[in-house]
């Protein structure tokens, strides 16, 4: 038996490529009387809920903002909860999402990680590494910024060992060295709790995304509230530098 979601996502033209800067954590737990930690714990079941939706609606790939290379910022007690709630979940949750065909991978410097963390995010991509239900990445110690440079890092030094020519140098050979290079396209970005910017979230593959903003805090985002984000995705006019009337002829 299914439910109205599903039947609801049957009718939706599912964009490939979603990713999500899940924001509010914070706040969540701080309108509660508690501690951030809190909103961090309870946002889980949120990525829970918005994975299963995803590959319900045949979401190709999906991209979560878990931690970004600004967070180490954050006071310590704070870091040291989500570093402890990441190898929670790896140790709860990698089973499931193999057992659903999901694909799981870390993008980001994990460098910066502990040597046991760093253990279980390979052990996770390993065991999961050839399902093909659905790509779930979560970006890690990941900059935008930090992306990019490093992209560009990798052709400097194609260049200075001969292996290319700066004229080789195209938005192809980059992309290539980018974190999502083998994902498609992204479609869709969304951010939770109220803000409208990217925080140096896939500044390279956002180019011509869509943006779905929301004011629901991500401790409170779900299956329902995910599917609002895709169909509304379904009513916008893509048009990728051509005119409505060109994209109608197609």
Known sequence: MTTGIENQALDLKVPNHVAIIMDGNGRWAQMQGKKRVFGHKNGV???RSTVTAARKMGVKALTLFAFSSENWLRPEEEVSVLMELFMLVLNREVKRLHKNDIRFRVIGDVSRFSNKLQEKIKAAESLTEHNQGMVLSIAANYGGRWDITHAAKQL?????Q???SVDDITEDSLNRLTS???MPDLDLMIRTGGDHRVSNFLLWQVAYAEF???DVLWPDFNEAEFTKAIDTFTQRERRFGKTGEQVKQQ
């Open 45 to 47: 079941e949120s990525v």
């Open 156 to 160: 400097a030094a194609q260049v200075k």
């Open 162 to 164: 001969g292996e290319i």
């Open 180 to 182: 999502l290079y083998d």
């Open 212 to 214: 779905y903003f929301t």
